[in-house]
Every structure is written in structure tokens, then in C-alpha cells.
């Protein structure tokens, strides 16, 4: 399956994916990220899905991290399939994965021949008109998930984005004037759910991120892969509020203080 590899913290571009699939005409689909949480960036959703659907390809979108953070519309920009999961910006309890499906997806699956058993959309959609499931469910999760998106819409959707966008200019703001630079090449496609900064030189992101959490009971990641070692990832998804991101971020301050680096 083509690739289109990219250095860490960059995006891809419409030329790029553009050139990339003139490349490989035989593509069928394209599976694109819309928001990368182990790198904070978020990626032009409707740009690069404009290029997919002039090329006559399906869009598939992971939406994860993105889905309730950030504004996607699926139909609008041509999304053909859009996955996300409960426990990041739906803010409700991990075990529940949501599916939206297109009609040209939905050809896609009739023509198919690959087996499928459990994760067969076909007989979801149809007990969906039952309002049943194939398998049984996370119940629990379901339950916990309708107060979630009660509590979304409540607040309205508009206004959900604009906390997000400014939690996270909050985050970045104060990452980098504590000596932190972000992963993201370029500031303007920084994630709004979560930001991945480097520590600043001579600090531990270990025992950065120990410190923090023993001392201050505050959750904060570090980096996978090549990051390891390297950055810290602090998310501002879902159920936070500005004193919730005050607080980490002056956690981090404290600790920054006592692994080396005054602040």
C-alpha cells in the first residue's frame, strides 16, 4: 500500500497527496488522520479531501482525537468513512466506536469479496433500523455516552470548538514560554486537543513527566517511537476547562524547577 511518509510534525499538503495519487492511479482509497495526538498537529481536512474526491478515490478518516474538538463535516467535505471512539472528544468512557458511512462506501462494501464476520457494517446497518446490534454491547458506556453528548449539545457545538481553540493556544502560549518547542513544523496546524512539545535542553522528559504526575497527581504523556524520551503531550480534549489547564500547566511549571530547569 503507498505511502505518503512525512518528516515528524509536518502535514501533508493538496500538491503532495495530489502528486501522490497521479503516482498511484490504481488506488482505491485514501485513509487519512485528521488530528495525530502522538505528534499535535491536524492536518486540512477539506483540502486534502477535495484533491481525494477530484481524483474519483474514497476518503476514509480517522477522526479519534478529532471528532467533537475540532469542526469535521462529513458530507460537506466528502468523507466516506469517518471513525472516532467514545473516550476523547465525545468525552464519555472508552469501549465504543462510531462509524459514519457513505453511499459510495456503502457500493465500496456490496462489492467487496473480503471476508468479514463481527466487524461487518452490513449487519449493523440493518438491526440499526431496529434499533438493535448484532453483538451485545457496552451498555454502560452507551448510557454514559448520552450524558456526554447532552452535556455537548448543551453547550452547542460552536462553542466547544472555540473552548478547545483557545485551551490550546493556552497550552502553547505558556509551553513556550517555559522554553518548550512544538512538535508541529508549523504553529498554525497545532492540534486543538492536545499539544506535543520538546522539553527544553538539559531536562529529563521522564522524570518531567514523573514529577508531575507523584507530585502534583496531574496525568501528562511523553512521546512513542522516535519522540521518546524527547517531548511531553498534554491534552485539552473533551471534559476540560481553562482552571483544569491552569493547573496542569503550573504543575509542569513547578516540576520543571525541581529536574533541572528553572522557569
Not at 500538491?15 to 488522520?33: E, H, Y
Not at 464476520?117 to 449493523?124: A, W
Not at 447532552?150 to 493556544?169: M, P, S, W
Not at 473533551?238 to 511549571?253: F, H, K, N, Q, T
Amino acid at each position: 500500500m503507498p505511502r505518503l511518509d512525512l518528516p515528524v510534525g509536518d502535514v501533508p499538503t493538496p500538491a503532495r497527496l495530489g502528486a501522490a495519487l497521479d503516482a498511484n492511479p490504481d488506488v482505491q482509497a485514501v485513509f487519512i488522520t485528521h488530528n495525530e495526538t502522538s505528534t499535535g498537529v491536524m492536518v486540512d481536512l477539506p483540502a486534502l479531501a477535495r484533491v481525494v474526491k477530484g481524483a474519483g478515490k474514497l476518503l476514509f478518516v480517522d477522526a479519534v482525537s478529532s471528532l467533537g474538538c475540532i469542526p469535521l463535516e462529513t458530507d460537506a467535505w466528502g468523507c466516506d468513512v469517518v471513525v472516532t471512539a467514545s473516550q476523547k472528544g465525545l468525552m464519555s468512557p472508552p469501549g465504543l466506536a462510531h462509524v459514519a458511512v457513505s453511499p459510495a462506501a456503502w457500493e465500496a462494501y456490496r462489492q467487496a469479496s473480503l471476508p468479514r464476520f463481527y466487524f461487518d457494517l452490513g449487519r449493523h446497518r440493518e438491526l440499526l433500523a431496529r434499533g438493535e446490534t448484532p453483538w451485545t454491547p457496552a451498555v454502560s458506556a452507551l448510557f454514559g455516552l448520552d450524558v456526554a453528548l447532552g452535556q455537548i449539545l448543551g453547550e452547542g457545538l460552536d462553542r466547544v470548538f472555540e473552548r478547545h481553540r483557545q485551551l490550546a493556544e493556552l497550552t502553547r502560549r505558556e509551553l513556550k514560554a517555559l522554553g518548550f518547542r512544538l512538535v508541529a513544523r508549523d504553529e498554525g496546524w497545532a492540534s486543538n486537543s492536545v499539544t506535543a512539545a520538546y522539553v527544553p535542553d538539559g531536562v529529563d522528559a521522564g522524570a518531567l513527566i514523573r514529577t508531575v504526575r507523584s507530585e502534583f497527581n496531574v496525568e501528562i504523556q511523553g512521546g512513542q517511537a522516535e519522540l521518546a524520551g524527547k517531548i511531553i503531550r498534554v491534552a485539552h480534549m473533551g471534559y476540560v476547562s481553562e482552571p483544569d489547564m491552569v493547573e496542569a500547566l503550573g504543575a509542569i511549571r513547578a516540576a520543571l524547577s525541581r529536574v533541572g530547569t528553572r522557569a
